[in-house]
Each structure stands twice: as C-alpha cells, then as structure tokens.
C-alpha cells in the first residue's frame, strides 16, 4: 500500500491511500487488511453505501430503531465503520451492532454471506453525491490536503478516480450482487425518498429489521434524525477550513443545480448511459421526478 497524490483537471492533488490498485481514504490500512477474518455476530446490521449518499443519517436511524429508544449513546458513524478499526474495537461494541461500510459487496467479510447478515442498502442521485463529495473532499484538509476547482473535480470523480473507486462500478457491482445472493437479506433504500416521506421509509427500515413499533415513536425517530437536529448535535465533528460542518452540509435534494452548469449535466448524462447501460436503478434529481 502507497500513499498517493492524485491531480485533478487543473493539476491540484486529493491525497489518497492505494490499496491492491484501489484508492481510499488514508485510514491505517489494518482494517482492510484484516476485512476476510471479520467476525461478524447474527445480529449485526451493515449499513452498505457509496460515500456520501446519506450513510450518517440512515445508521443513526437504524441505533435507534435496534435500540428502541431515540435516546441512544452517543456515538459517531465511524465508530461502526468496518473499514477503519480492528477486530478489537468491534468486538467491545455491544449487540445488536449497527455497522457501516462504503466497500463494495465482495469486499465484505465472507462471514456476512455465511451468516446472511441484514445489509440496507443506501443509494443517492449521483448529481447530488458528487457535489456532497467535493465538499468532503475540499473540507476534510487535514486527510486529503484538496483545494482544486469543481469544474475540474467534476473530470476526476466521474472518471472514478477518487476513494472507494468509481460510483458507476460500484452500483453496478452491488445491483448484481443483491441479484446473485438472493439468501443475503438487503433492504435498498433511496436518499430521495427518506427526504420525501421520511416515516414510510423509517417504517421500512424497522419493517425489515423485524420490529413492530407504534406510529410515534417512529415519528419520534424522523425527528431525532432530522437534518436540522442532527447538523445541531454532530455538526461540530468533522468541519471544514472555514469552521462549516462537512458530514451535515445541506441536506438537499437538487443542490447539484447549483453547481452542474447545463453543458456538464449534458456531459453526465452521457456518461451515465454508457456507464449503467443494462442496469434498472434509477435516480431522482429532484423531489417532483
Ligand atoms: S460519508 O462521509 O460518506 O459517510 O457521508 P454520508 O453520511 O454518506 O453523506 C453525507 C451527506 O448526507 C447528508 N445528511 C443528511 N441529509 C438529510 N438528513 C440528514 N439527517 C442528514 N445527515 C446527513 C449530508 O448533509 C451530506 O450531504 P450534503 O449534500 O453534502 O449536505
């Protein structure tokens, strides 16, 4: 594994760690290393996404949900994160395990097919995701020391070369993997429709995860996770150079209109025909699709 500086179209560099050819974060690389022996426990829950497409939000749904209560410990996201600790740091943690992953499906532990873990699976309109990861990417300085242009960011993340790989391969690989493991149970929930209707998907969730609540503690759960209550309570972690919170940012559906001049959502628009050719998902870029 090397430590690498990847440029962008205007020739400013986003650190990177490489691993076996892949880029991710420059996390201490033990944790990849070690990703085949995880043990993993009958009642873990994995919240499975590419980076930015909402994982924050959706596991502290999924804590309070296992908990059954919206007055859970305080925690961070990372602190489930598979990729960044060892097997020590997992094993302290108390069942039921909400766990969390931005690798793709065959990177998991084979234990998560032995034991068929509960996977949900989280997708985001890539438009909006990848103007969310430029600004990880500019507003976490001290991992990838970035302070390039969106315009030639744009070039970069498209081509899939940024951590975790490209989002195209990524989706396509986890589209065919939910095909292929039908015993493996996956929930797949959408950005857009949490924002949309934030109880039916809430609902869903505890659906899938065998849990019969009542309506307002539920609701209770929206709430608690609401970007407003969660930017309040977490958005100190994590901010960028200029003090604003990078993992609770805007929180929208369509932000990317801001940002996408009309030739590069052209551009995008090509690109992810030919990308995702064959494939069923599909995406929506505002609220009214
Ligand atoms: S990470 O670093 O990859 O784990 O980031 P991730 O949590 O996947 O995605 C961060 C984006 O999710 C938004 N977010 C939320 N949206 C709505 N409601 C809630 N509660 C919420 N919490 C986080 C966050 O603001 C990031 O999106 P952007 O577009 O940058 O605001």
């Not at 070039?155 to 940024?162: E, F, I, M, Q, S």
Request: proline content about 6%; hydrophobic content about 35%; aromatic content about 14%.
């Amino acid at each position: 594994m090397t430590s690498v500086k990847i440029p962008d179209a205007g020739g400013d560099t986003l650190t990177f760690l490489q691993i076996q050819g892949r880029l991710y974060p420059s996390f201490p690389p033990e944790a990849f290393m070690s990703m085949n022996t995880f043990k993993m426990r009958r009642d873990d829950v994995i919240v499975c996404a590419y980076p930015k497409s909402g994982t924050h939000w959706v596991w502290e749904i999924v804590r309070m949900l296992q908990a059954g209560t919206t007055e859970v410990e305080p925690a961070e996201k990372d602190d489930g994160m598979m990729e960044l600790f060892d097997q020590d740091h997992f094993d302290q943690l108390p069942s039921p395990r909400v766990l969390n992953s931005h690798l793709l499906f065959t990177q998991l532990p084979p234990e998560v097919t032995q034991k068929k873990s509960k996977l949900i699976f989280l997708s985001r309109n890539p438009k909006d995701l990848f103007v969310s990861y430029y600004h990880h990417h500019t507003g976490l300085a001290d991992l990838y020391n970035y302070s390039g242009k969106w315009k030639n960011y744009l070039p970069l993340v498209l081509d899939g070369r940024v951590d975790y790989g490209s989002w195209f391969d990524y989706m396509r690989e986890w589209e065919k993997a939910i095909q292929n493991n039908p015993d493996v149970p996956v929930l797949s929930v959408m950005y857009e429709d949490i924002k949309e209707d934030p109880y039916k998907e809430v609902r869903k969730i505890s659906d899938f995860l065998g849990k019969n609540y009542p309506s307002d503690f539920l609701h209770r759960v929206c709430d608690s996770c609401s970007f407003s209550r969660m930017r309040e309570h977490k958005g100190q972690y994590d901010t960028s150079p200029d003090g604003l919170p990078v993992m609770y940012r805007k929180g929208q559906v369509g932000d990317w209109k801001n940002w996408f001049t009309v030739s590069m959502s052209e551009w995008f628009d090509r690109v992810y025909v030919d990308k995702m050719e064959g494939s069923k998902l599909k995406f929506r870029y505002t609220l009214e699709d």
